[in-house]
């Protein structure tokens, strides 16, 4: 917009004020007209770039998403438990066989609770992502319920029948769970294996009679519980297992004639299963910190 030596006369004119300010400075006091152009024409261009810039600047700046470790429970453990049992209901013996005399002939009695403990190993899948929990589990411990009464239907108070739940029982379980975060809530259930041994003595009338059973029943349990993640590998549980049982069958010969006729004998004992609860605590191999996203 100013005019220089080099420029047509025509542009000039259309600004003459400036022409004439310029054609009548004096040419050592003050910078070139086409010079102060130049000049003018940077001076906006930088302004120019140094407003875009700051335009840029002023632009919102992404989040990155934020990783937060949450806790796996994928692996394998070995663990200890502690706790009680005691039987479901009480146990009834039943004369199956005539040996009392008296088709009625049958009696309830009362088995004594018992200290448990035992070990655990299994392994744990937690898909990353999904709050569910599958496992398998093994479980071998001590138990030992037993209890023991007189017929009350013989006259003689001397046949006396005894149940013995244990000294050992195993288990081989499923679970499924659901986690938060550090707490697993969980149902178990599989096959359970116990000792039972059931008798039938009557000392005072038949000193030789001995009806006795002793087997390892294979039968199924089932349960639940918690259990939390205190510190990276270590977790304390709680839980209740009920194992199912069923009658057992004792037989004895008799081989005294004067008391009843030469044969065998037999009582069936019913005993419908056994309560389990216990704290446990276990030690988890390999880490359980997983990095998940956190979206906001």
């Not at 008391?259 to 037999?266: A, E, I, K, M, T």
């Amino acid at each position: 917009m100013f005019p220089s030596r080099g420029w047509p006369r025509s542009l000039a004119l259309k600004h003459p004020t400036t022409t004439r300010r310029c054609e009548r400075a004096p040419a050592q006091s003050v910078v070139p007209c086409d010079q102060f152009a130049k000049l003018l024409f940077a001076t906006v261009a930088v302004l120019g770039f140094a407003g875009a810039a700051s335009a840029a600047d002023l632009a919102p700046i992404p989040v990155r998403p934020l990783f937060m470790p949450a806790y796996n429970w994928s692996g394998c453990y070995l663990g200890g438990n502690l706790g009680g049992a005691w039987t479901a209901e009480t146990v009834r013996a039943v004369d199956i066989s005539g040996y009392n005399n008296l088709a009625w002939d049958n009696w309830s009695y009362n088995t004594s609770s018992s200290i448990l403990g035992g070990a655990t190993a299994g392994c744990n899948w937690q898909p990353i992502g999904s709050p569910l929990v599958a496992g398998v589990e093994g479980e071998f411990g001590y138990a030992r319920m037993t209890g023991s009464a007189v017929d009350p239907y013989d006259v003689f108070t001397s046949i006396r029948a005894s149940t013995r739940v244990g000294d050992w029982y195993g288990m081989v379980t499923g679970r499924l769970g659901y986690a938060w975060n550090r707490v697993l809530g969980y149902v178990k259930g599989g096959a359970a294996f116990v000792e039972v041994q059931t008798t039938v003595t009557d000392p005072i009338v038949n000193p030789g009679y001995i009806a006795q059973a002793s087997q390892t029943k294979a039968t199924w349990t089932l349960g639940g519980g918690f259990e939390w993640a205190f510190y990276d590998n270590w977790s304390v549980k709680a839980e209740y297992m009920f194992i199912g049982l069923d009658k057992t069958s004792a037989c004895g010969a008799n081989a005294n004639p004067a008391v009843l006729p030469v044969g065998q004998y037999c009582w069936d004992q019913q005993l419908d299963g056994a309560h389990t609860a216990k704290i446990g605590l276990n030690y988890r191999f390999g880490g359980n910190s997983v990095p998940v996203i956190a979206r906001y």
